[in-house]
């Protein structure tokens, strides 16, 4: 038998690639993602396309021009990216918890897994967000962040992912 939390990324791992197999083509939002900047968007960046599928939501990046490694991946409050993403608001909670503890606790609803970028700056690797609908996410927007994302409050706020690097709007209504 695994040991520790081992078992659980495996179990992730595999609940993904079922939800990748069971997504429903019909009930998908694609958001344009752009870099943040002060007077509105930036340079666009991609695609992040949200997709109803067994056990969530499954979030397929198409995304190029970030930095490698792990990113903070999270829907945020409001529907706007100005003020260098900053007029987003705080993360998805309607719960109110006021807690980070990442996708597979009861935290903020709008914390996902983080983003995975290749050493070409590339994200395509998709992820199953497992506590929300496309429903809970429409009128919101999604950030993504300078750093890495702990699913903690320690030892910094919000998972220490640092500076909002891309935001995109995510419509109110599925066009």
């Excluded at 078992?7 to 694609?30: D, F, P, Y």
């Excluded at 490698?68 to 706007?80: K, Q, R």
């Excluded at 009128?139 to 750093?147: E, K, N, P, T, V």
Aim: glycine residues 16%.
């Amino acid at each position: 038998m695994m040991k520790g939390r081992h078992w659980r990324h495996w179990l992730m791992i595999g609940i993904t690639l079922l939800g990748i197999q069971i997504a429903h083509a019909g009930s998908s939002i694609t958001v344009p993602v752009y870099l943040v900047s002060t007077t509105g968007p930036g340079q666009e960046i991609g695609t992040v396309k949200f997709t109803n599928a067994f056990g969530g939501v499954l979030v397929t990046p198409n995304l190029h021009g970030l930095s490698p490694g792990a990113h903070g991946f999270h829907i945020h409050v409001n529907p706007s990216c100005a003020d260098n993403g900053m007029a987003a608001g705080g993360h998805l909670d309607p719960a109110k918890t006021e807690k980070h503890e990442g996708p597979y606790q009861k935290g903020h609803l709008g914390d996902m897994p983080v983003l995975v970028v290749d050493q070409n700056g590339t994200a395509t690797l998709p992820v199953l967000a497992p506590r929300f609908t496309l429903s809970d996410i429409k009128g919101h927007s999604l950030i993504i962040h300078a750093g890495g994302d702990n699913y903690s409050d320690q030892p910094e706020k919000l998972g220490g992912g640092g500076a909002r690097i891309a935001c995109g709007v995510i419509p109110a209504k599925a066009k």
